[in-house]
């Protein structure tokens, strides 16, 4: 079955980085989108950024534009979201998910299989 296992989450000091990845299984990694989400306590879950099956394309939401990069390795079946200049307002917990066939965005709605999650906490 569709497998997605989140890693690398931490607590940080504004202004540092870290790097989560995403190990896919299950399914052939290199035919889907996959995405990063974040949920903060009491918001909504939000798009961060998507990258295409052949990691051709990539689309960002417009507060992490220029800070966060996602990438992936199909070989490896891995995703990963390199995060930099963190801000407080960061801080949530992340999920990688795999986007429906053919279809790819920032909208949750465009996915179908989503991980359990990795906390993200960043301190002012």
């Known amino acids: 079955q569709v497998q997605l296992v989140e890693s690398g989450g931490d607590s940080v000091q504004a202004g540092g980085s870290l790097r989560l990845s995403c190990a896919a299984s299950?399914?052939?990694?290199?035919?889907?989108?996959l995405g990063w989400f974040r949920q903060a306590p009491g918001k909504e879950r939000e798009g961060v950024a998507v990258?295409?099956?052949?990691?051709?394309?990539?689309d960002y939401a417009d507060s992490v534009q220029g800070r966060f990069t996602i990438s992936r390795e199909n070989a490896r079946g891995m995703l990963y979201l390199h995060m930099n200049d963190l801000k407080p307002e960061d801080t949530a917990m992340y999920y990688c998910?795999?986007?429906?066939?053919?279809?790819?965005?920032?909208?949750?709605?465009?996915?179908?299989?989503w991980g359990q999650g990795t906390q993200v906490t960043v301190s002012s």
């Open positions: 299950g399914y052939t990694v290199p035919d889907y989108y």
């Open positions: 990258i295409s099956a052949q990691g051709s394309w990539t």
């Open positions: 998910a795999r986007a429906r066939r053919y279809l790819g965005s920032l909208r949750a709605s465009d996915y179908d299989y």
